[in-house]
């Protein structure tokens, strides 16, 4: 398997991370923790989560601010299109432009808490690839966007999700960051359809390393996410042994980055659910290194 991150004839590993925005005083120590122990990683960029109604719109945009004021990280807001018209949303990318934020990723959003299905904002940008079309309006921002591999859970079929996929990169989208998943063939597949699509723009896999695993069924029954049965079987009955579910749970990410690597893959993006200890010792089994202090004391 190759599994440095500088290997002759290929590019170096690239990677980026994803907080979200803390609700408690306690909580937002323990993120600034996880940025400072990640940030000597040197990632592309380190974005952070938004609402799904918007209602973190604040916290999110002070978090990227000191990011981009307190470090020498590149700060990436999220930005949706739901509970918003499409002023209110340039707006904000506008307060993100004069901050000097430039990349952004822009997503159609999930639907609020209560209720079932997404319905757009009768004045809002309906999709994300018409948020991306609209970002283009404000700067020149470096926009990722979301894909996936095993289709979005509101998709009639993987030819519909395919072709969104493409319109979002159409639309100037830099690059495409796929839900996280577990089954690595899913991913491969997927990444084979986007190049016989005519998609040239990166796919970025979206790893999500397990904490909690009842916390993470519950996150793939919401995005569509397949859990296998043998991963079921390596977590059976460890719920109160914290140390063992850990050990396992960096295995089972450092053997899934390691077959990624394998086929091809040289750029990874982690859901840190504001941890570190986990994403850093993926990072690190990929040949990663600190490279220098970036995060102010």
């Known amino acids: 398997m190759v599994d440095s991150a500088r290997t002759p004839g290929r590019p170096p590993v690239q990677v980026s991370f994803e907080f979200f925005p803390p609700a408690t005083p306690d909580a937002e120590a323990a993120l ?15 974005s952070v989560t938004y609402g799904a109604d918007g209602s973190t719109r604040d916290r999110t945009h002070g978090i990227v601010r000191r990011i981009r004021h307190e470090t020498k990280l590149t700060g990436a807001p999220h930005l949706t299109c739901v509970g918003a018209s499409r002023g209110e949303v340039l707006d904000v990318a506008r307060r993100y432009w004069d901050d000097g934020i430039r990349h952004v990723v822009a997503l159609r959003g999930d639907p609020p808490q209560g209720t079932d299905r997404y319905v757009p904002h009768p004045d809002g940008f309906t999709y994300a690839a018409d948020l991306v079309q609209g970002l283009r309006t404000v700067g020149d ?17 993987a030819a519909f999700d395919l072709a969104n996929l493409r319109r979002k990169i159409d639309a100037g989208a830099s690059r495409a960051i796929s839900q996280f998943f577990f089954d690595t063939d899913h991913f491969l597949r997927f990444r084979d359809r986007c190049a016989a699509a005519g998609i040239a723009a990166p796919i970025v896999p979206g790893l999500l390393p397990i904490g909690k695993f009842s916390q993470t069924l519950r996150f793939a029954q919401r995005c569509g996410a397949r859990v296998p049965q043998w991963l079921h079987e390596r977590f059976a009955g460890l719920d109160d042994d914290p140390e063992t579910r850990q050990l396992i ?40 290194r600190p490279v220098a202090r970036t995060v102010s004391p």
């Open 249 to 288: 749970s960096a295995h089972v990410a450092i053997e899934q980055v390691q077959r990624l690597r394998y086929h091809g893959v040289d750029e990874f993006h982690f859901y840190t659910l504001n941890r570190a200890e986990l994403t850093y010792a993926i990072c690190a089994a990929l040949g990663l």
């Open 32 to 46: 600034w923790r996880a940025v400072q122990r990640l940030a000597p990683l040197a990632p592309r960029f380190v």
């Open 141 to 157: 921002f470096d926009i990722s966007v979301a894909c996936y591999p095993e289709v979005h859970p509101e998709a009639p079929d």
